[in-house]
């Protein structure tokens, strides 16, 4: 089964940078686009960013864009969400998606934390 597992989430000051890494499982990862998204507190999701299968076309939602960076790696199944210039805002938990023919798989989600 389609399994998505983020990591890197944690404690950074604003203007800082962060690196959170998603491990993918269950399905053919290189021939999926793959979408990170965020739920602050109190707040419904927000999709951040998404990678197209190949990794050469990225979007990113007007409230990142010029500060995340989406990329991945298929040799690793992994895709990586690069944040820089931190804001309050951003924090929230962060989660990877696939959608596949049926369904869109969520991950556990990680912390990221925003903060002096």
């Known amino acids: 089964q389609v399994q998505l597992v983020e990591s890197g989430g944690g404690l950074v000051q604003p203007g800082g940078s962060l690196r959170l890494s998603c491990a993918a499982s269950g399905f053919t990862f290189s021939t999926y686009a793959m979408s990170w998204s965020r739920q602050a507190p109190g707040k419904g999701r927000e999709w951040v960013a998404t990678?197209?299968?190949?990794?050469?076309?990225?979007i990113y939602a007007d409230s990142v864009k010029g500060r995340f960076t989406i990329s991945r790696d298929n040799a690793k199944n992994t895709v990586f969400l690069q944040m820089n210039s931190l804001k309050p805002e951003d924090t929230a938990v962060y989660y990877c998606?696939?959608?596949?023919?049926?369904?869109?798989?969520w991950g556990q989600g990680t912390q990221v934390t925003v903060s002096s």
């Open positions: 998606t696939v959608t596949l023919t049926t369904a869109t798989h």
């Open positions: 990678i197209t299968s190949t990794g050469f076309t990225r």
